[in-house]
């Protein structure tokens, strides 16, 4: 038997140094580990030998059977990489990058909240940049008159009923308008005010505004999709802070606060000492609204929020000065 | 509005810290606006609706039920004032409808002095500074109750009156700190024998006020339309105290309290006789009455909350229940809460003390509602994947450009503040350039850029706005490239280029070509596009006829294919594959016109295609 053993290492290393194709090294691994290979023989021989000696060869034969397929697939892996030796040209250097284009950032950051809204069923809403008061004011409880609609604070076609839009909630007002519920709508878009270009500010910026209208919608409703977007954006681990906050067009109003993810809530530069970011406002439709849109407050209720997206699109992607989002002025790496 | 603790603390027994108290104060809706130092003072934000909020009254009020502490307010002077000789009068006339209430009093006998310790404490802890007892007075119970008031010298009024009107062009008034203001002729002032005294809601006149040679005083307080004052305070870039609260909707019944706290301070302070002087109060208030249902607390809220403890919310905030079912409360509002209209606000409120982050979450459980996202919004979703790639970076550009005066067709704005943003654009391309300019300064050599974005004009009757994509390559080849391979991307081999560089698809003009970037209306595009074009599952085989054409300068290759449409050919496809410019009289095109294989026609073909373009165009054969 000992004898054996050598005599089948042996021949299997001499040969296994001649293979020069996978197909070759096939027909040797079946050669010596087939059925009728010949390890595979000599395992079976042990089977005719006595307790003791089957203590001692079953071992040294398992070792040979383990020193064999190693010796295989090594033997494999030598001839898969020398098929590419003879190339001319060096596999292992980094190729160079081909040269796509890119999304702004503003665009990127809407497809990333279309996302998760689509998923929950939103639609996503669009309306008209030159907008009548009626929409832009009216109709979401903002009567002539009253500080929010000031003549100096909007940018105005024909004074005082044709302005543009400075906010994304006349597309809720005009979709309420001319939709019956259900709804669930998302409304990116641009937005207008009268402002001199700053830093931070610009007569042109973006919003990004959502509702919901059914029967039986709840305020419990709206922070539970509230917080679920924003883990969507941030992590599950992301803390809201709810509060109350009073905007014109809802009734309750909320004031949705981020606790600051530089200094988790003990107030910084970033935060302004506050522990918390602001980012939206939102609360329940104002039963004005849903009746100046023909919507019967009785029967429907519902939601809406909405957030500047140009802050948010600043910090992701580290712009300071919001005149170099539109102006031209990003270059893409 | 500014909280100075010391001061909170006269009328909420709160044991909070002031950081606490702080974050009570923003889940009521009032965040900080400066963060906490040393001072001891809150800086909250102003809220637009709520005029109590800039009292600090109004803020304790808040902060004690929302806390559950005791709020301990003040005590006024009720008792009426003495009558006064006619003689002695201030005599009262409005005289415009912007006045809703005008209360006066008389002071005899007062004397001037500095104010107690206590109360020039609160106002240097407010930030203001102590002028004299009365001015201090009057100051102190505008920041406690939020009702401006002005005490005027009776002895420096020009006549026994105060009369309340329009001013007229040109006339003068000198402000307590000194500032003379030439008045246009419809600013609301207050006068005296005729001479302007006081810009009403604004800012009280150096003329009448007092000085510590005072004895006698009128004192007032008014309740006009927050407009006018509104805009006396832009007009005349005034900003004080006294306008943030005069532009607010407050309650004329809040007059009361505060003249009764002024008068109650003015005795104790200064001592003299009060007298009683005019009240023009012509449309007493009635109280606001809201019924709140149960049922809708429960569907607004998702909360199980119970009557008793609504009602207890409401009644500490001083509503007063009238009238009380199992399921509905009747509440009159009270009057310092000017911002209630609908029985929602009440929702609000209760919400609001029982505060918002212990409201339930609840998943969105009814069925998902029809789509109604517009087919556009996808497809230039779409189109922006198309281009990024194909390399070029897209780019949102200002929408808001300068006035041009020869383009009739430009939106322009009627109110903007400066004049290089003053009207709308009415192309991308301009937008796109200036980008360009910027990338080649810095040299950006890059591939191309794209928007996608409204453009706006105007025709007769309306404003239009329109959605276009424009291109910009870094030259001709790209550019031309980049549209037939969108267009090809879409499901559309076939478009030509007009003799007017306009892009055509099935006799639909869908857009333009300039030498560097091409334009394409969205809205006219999305009905050609073929979504699932462009695979074949059976291989056809094709044949083609290659010519190479010598046409005159002239000629453009869009006569030619015009020409070869005219013939109605049963071809597949027509490609220009090369164009030289041959010599000074014409030049080279080298197109090859592609047939299915089974098409036996080709050379009879030839011949028609040759003799027509002969005849039309003057084009030869080179071959």
Redesign the interface.
């Known amino acids: 038997m000992d004898t054996k053993i050598k005599q089948t290492q042996l021949n299997f290393s001499s040969q296994v140094e001649q293979i020069s194709t996978p197909a070759d090294l096939e027909t040797l691994r079946i050669k010596y580990l087939g059925k009728k290979g010949e390890l595979t023989l000599l395992m079976k021989d042990l089977q005719g030998l006595a307790l003791q000696d089957k203590k001692i060869y079953g071992p040294i034969l398992n070792e040979l059977k383990k020193i064999i397929e190693s010796k295989l697939t090594e033997k494999f892996t030598e001839l898969e990489n020398g098929k590419y030796e003879e190339l001319d040209y060096d596999l292992t250097i980094p190729g160079p990058i081909i040269?796509?284009?890119?999304?702004?950032p503003?665009?990127t950051i809407i497809?990333e909240m279309n996302e998760f809204f689509r998923y929950?069923?939103f639609?996503?809403?669009?309306g008209?940049?030159?907008e009548d008061v009626e929409y832009n004011f009216r109709r979401l409880?903002l009567p002539d008159?009253h500080?929010?609609t000031?003549?100096?604070d909007s940018?105005?076609?024909?004074?005082p009923n044709?302005l543009?839009r400075t906010h994304t909630s006349s597309v809720e007002t005009r979709?309420l308008s001319n939709?019956e519920?259900?709804?669930?709508?998302v409304v990116p878009g641009?937005c207008?005010r009268?402002?001199?270009?700053s830093i931070t500010n610009s007569?042109?910026f973006y919003q990004y505004q959502g509702f919901?209208v059914?029967?039986?919608?709840?305020?419990?409703?709206l922070?539970?999709?509230l917080?679920k977007f924003h883990q969507f954006l941030f992590g599950d681990d992301v803390k809201l802070?709810?509060?109350?906050?009073?905007y014109?067009e809802v009734?309750?109003?909320?004031?949705v606060d981020m606790e600051c993810r530089f200094c988790h809530g003990s107030?910084c530069q970033i935060c302004?000492?506050?522990g918390f970011i602001?980012v939206l406002g939102s609360g329940?439709i104002?039963?004005?609204t849903f009746k100046a849109c023909g919507i019967d407050p009785e029967v429907y209720?519902g939601f809406a929020f909405g957030m500047g997206l140009d802050r948010m699109v600043m910090s992701k992607y580290g712009i300071k000065d919001i005149r170099k989002?539109?102006?031209?002025?990003?270059?893409?790496l | 509005m500014k909280i100075p603790l010391i001061w909170l603390k006269d009328y909420v027994e709160t044991s909070q810290s002031l950081k606490d108290i702080a974050a009570d104060f923003t889940q009521l809706g009032l965040m900080l606006d400066k963060p906490l130092d040393e001072t001891e003072v809150l800086d909250l934000e102003q809220r637009l609706n709520r005029s109590d909020l800039l009292s600090i009254i109004g803020c304790a009020r808040d902060l004690a039920v929302f806390e559950n502490v005791l709020l301990k307010l003040p005590k006024g002077h009720t008792k009426p004032g003495k009558i006064i000789d006619k003689k002695d009068l201030v005599k009262i006339d409005i005289q415009t409808p912007v006045v809703r209430r005008f209360q006066t009093r008389l002071f005899k006998g007062i004397k001037i002095k500095p104010s107690p310790l206590w109360l020039t404490e609160r106002l240097n802890a407010y930030g203001m500074e102590s002028i004299n007892n009365i001015v201090d007075i009057t100051n102190f119970v505008m920041l406690e109750y939020g009702q401006p008031m002005h005490a005027q010298d009776i002895a420096k009024l020009p006549g026994m009156d105060i009369t309340i009107r329009e001013s007229s062009e040109g006339e003068e008034i000198t402000t307590l700190l000194g500032t003379q203001i030439k008045l246009t002729h419809d600013t609301h002032i207050l006068t005296s024998g005729g001479k302007p005294t006081v810009i009403l809601g604004v800012v009280g006149g150096k003329l009448t006020g007092v000085t510590n040679m005072t004895t006698d005083i009128v004192l007032d307080a008014g309740n006009y339309d927050s407009r006018v004052v509104r805009k006396s305070s832009r007009q005349l870039k005034i900003m004080n105290e006294t306008v943030t609260r005069d532009d607010k909707f407050l309650d004329p019944r809040l007059i009361d309290f505060a003249l009764d706290r002024a008068t109650s301070l003015i005795l104790e302070y200064a001592g003299g006789e009060y007298y009683v002087n005019d009240d023009y109060y012509p449309n007493p208030v009635t109280p606001q009455t809201l019924i709140l249902r149960l049922a809708r607390l429960h569907a607004l809220s998702g909360m199980d909350i119970k009557m008793s403890e609504a009602k207890k919310i409401l009644k500490s905030l001083e509503f007063i229940v009238t009238e009380e079912t199992e399921s509905t409360l009747t509440v009159e509002v009270p009057y310092f809460r000017t911002d209630m209209e609908v029985e929602d606000d009440l929702i609000s409120d209760i919400l609001r003390m029982m505060d918002y982050n212990n409201i339930p979450l609840i998943s969105l459980n009814t069925p998902v509602p029809t789509d109604i996202t517009p087919h556009i919004y996808r497809f230039e979703d779409r189109l922006r994947d198309l281009l990024v790639g194909q390399g070029y970076d897209e780019h949102i550009t200002l929408s808001l450009t300068n006035v041009n005066s020869a383009n009739k067709e430009q939106v322009v704005l009627v109110n903007a503040l400066t004049s290089d943003l003053n009207a709308l654009r009415t192309n991308l391309l301009d937008g796109l350039n200036k980008v360009s300019k910027t990338y080649a300064k810095h040299k950006q050599n890059k591939t191309g850029l794209f928007e996608i974005g409204k453009v706006f004009a105007k025709s007769t009757t309306n404003y239009l706005e329109g959605r276009l994509l424009t291109v910009l390559s870094i030259d001709y080849y790209k550019s031309a490239s980049s549209l037939s391979t969108i267009l090809n991307s879409l499901g559309i081999f076939d478009y030509q280029i007009t003799t007017n560089y306009e892009i055509k698809v099935e006799d639909k003009i869908i857009g333009n070509v300039k030498p560097t970037s091409y334009t394409i209306i969205t809205d006219q595009l999305i009905s050609l596009v073929k979504n699932y074009a462009g695979i074949i599952s059976d291989f056809t085989r094709t044949t083609s006829l290659d010519l190479s054409l010598l046409a005159p300068l002239e000629v453009c290759y869009a006569d030619i294919i015009s020409t070869l449409s005219s013939l109605k050919g049963d071809w597949i496809k027509i490609d220009c594959k090369s164009f030289t410019k041959m010599d000074s009289i014409s030049n080279n095109y080298l197109i090859s016109i592609m047939w299915d294989a089974d098409s036996k026609f080709i050379e009879s073909n030839k011949v028609t295609i040759l003799a027509s373009l002969k005849s039309n165009l003057k084009i030869e054969s080179k071959s």
């Not at chain 1, 009268?194 to 270009?197: F, K, L, R, Y």
């Not at chain 1, 059914?214 to 409703?221: N, P, S, V, Y």
């Not at chain 1, 802070?241 to 009073?246: A, E």
């Open positions: 040269s796509t284009g890119h999304l702004h503003t665009s497809r929950q069923g639609s996503i809403g669009e008209p940049e030159i409880n008159g500080p929010a000031d003549l100096q940018l105005y076609i024909e004074e044709l543009l979709l939709y519920p259900p709804m669930r709508v641009k207008y009268n402002e001199t270009t007569a042109f919901v059914d029967k039986g919608i709840t305020m419990g409703h922070k539970d999709t917080t802070r709810f509060r109350y906050k009073y014109p009734s309750p109003g909320m004031g107030g302004k000492y506050r602001e329940m104002h039963y004005n209720s989002l539109y102006g031209g002025e990003i270059v893409y």
